[in-house]
């Protein structure tokens, strides 16, 4: 068995890891979005706690999303 071919040496497989100015732009991008779509929601239904809901959701979705490109 070759070195290459045991499973402790191969690499995670997460691919290139986001630079970061790359994760504070999507962290913002993020916030962006999440605070556009809790404004939106909070103005149509009234209920001004959908903006703090917005903003958590936009959040978890920079926090997760594929970096954006160069």
Known sequence: MSKSSRPGNRPKGKGEEPTPEQRRKQIFLGLAVGAVMGLVL?????????????????????????????
């Open 42 to 70: 909070g103005f149509f239904t009234q209920f001004w706690l959908w903006l703090p809901a917005g903003l958590a959701v936009g959040l978890a979705t920079g926090a997760i999303m594929k970096p954006p490109a160069n």
